[in-house]
């Protein structure tokens, strides 16, 4: 399977005027990336977030074929009958270009209780939740009685075209199994090459245990980045982001955190291309924001290289 490639929505970009954020999103392309990407949150820590569906659908309209990519959209805090029409949308608006990243969210536990959910619960709310989505995603009528949710005849047409890939993220075991029962991959994030195999397998078996007939797995790996031509500037750009978004020392990140030179950044996620990985999420943290386009283009084309050479 061809390596993916997905930026995060560049920093700078919703400052723009609507030519300058097509230019950017053709450079994106141009630079060698499948996607963009986005996070979504209700209200983070300080009340910051973005409605991830709301982006992904403008992002779609700046760029005739480039993919978008919600990742990760907090499920357990949505009801599944409006997500899946909201997909059906997606599916409508920009056919065969959406991504649809899951994940039940923890790192704010806060954002989950103010949104009316018992953080108990949201491994059960989204495993009902995805049986109800893809349910209703082949345009049949579905009716669902689960623990959480009561859905009598409920119908989404029209059908998507093209069928709309859903990849689970967490680092749990139950994201493991959630994903391996109702997705088709598992999106990773701050963990070594060596556990990211371990989790693949385990999908395997939880598949077969499950006796599901596996897809053509798309497994995922999203971690942030820090480049320069300086590793220690690199480390530096990539350090006073995450604690700024995360509030953590960057300690507790940094022997999952790529940083260097192009070349250097590759070098330390073609491992994980052994283990599993078929997409790359890239959260490129550069000097300048107006380097991220280019400088995550440069990683892409050493991970590239590398490849070739290796063949």
Same mark, same amino acid.
């Given at each position: 399977m061809k390596l993916k490639f997905g930026l995060a929505t560049p920093s700078t970009l919703w400052g723009m005027d609507i030519e300058a954020r097509r230019d950017i999103l053709s450079r994106i392309a141009d630079s060698g990336f499948d996607h963009l990407f986005m996070a979504d949150h209700v209200s983070f820590r300080d009340g910051s977030g973005t409605d991830g569906f709301v982006e992904v659908a403008a992002l779609s309209q700046l760029h005739p074929t480039i993919g978008v990519m919600i990742s990760i959209y907090l499920l357990p805090l949505r009801h599944p009958l409006p997500v899946a029409r909201q997909l059906a949308t997606m599916a409508r608006i920009a056919p065969g270009r959406m991504t649809f990243g899951v994940g039940i969210g923890g !790192?704010?536990?806060? !954002?989950? !209780?103010?949104? =009316?959910? %018992?953080?108990?619960?949201? =491994?059960?709310?989204? %495993? !009902? $939740?995805?049986?109800?989505? $893809? =349910?209703?995603?082949? =345009? *049949? *009528?579905l009716t669902f009685h689960g623990k959480h949710f009561t859905i009598e005849k409920a119908r989404i047409r029209p059908k998507p075209s093209q069928a709309i890939p859903i990849i689970v993220g967490g680092r749990s075991n139950a994201a493991l199994r959630r994903a391996a029962t109702y997705a088709d991959g598992w999106i990773g994030v701050w963990c070594s090459a060596k556990r990211y195999a371990e989790a693949t397998g385990l999908i395997d078996e939880y598949a077969q245990a499950a006796n599901r007939t596996a897809p053509q797995w798309l497994h995922g790996y999203q971690p942030w980045i820090g480049v320069d031509a300086d590793p220690v500037k690199a480390r530096e750009v990539v350090k006073q982001a995450m604690e700024k978004f995360y509030h953590v020392p960057f300690e507790q990140f940094e022997r999952y955190t790529p940083f260097g030179t192009p070349a250097q950044v590759a070098e330390q996620l073609a491992p994980y291309i052994d283990s599993g990985c078929r997409l790359f999420n890239l959260k490129v943290c550069t000097q300048a924001p107006e380097e991220e386009v280019d400088l995550g283009g440069e990683v892409l084309s050493a991970l590239s290289k590398m490849r070739q050479d290796q063949t």
């Open positions: !790192e704010d536990r806060h !954002e989950i !209780e103010i949104c =009316g959910v %018992n953080p108990a619960t949201r =491994g059960a709310l989204t %495993n !009902e $939740s995805l049986a109800i989505i $893809s =349910g209703l995603m082949n =345009g *049949e *009528e």
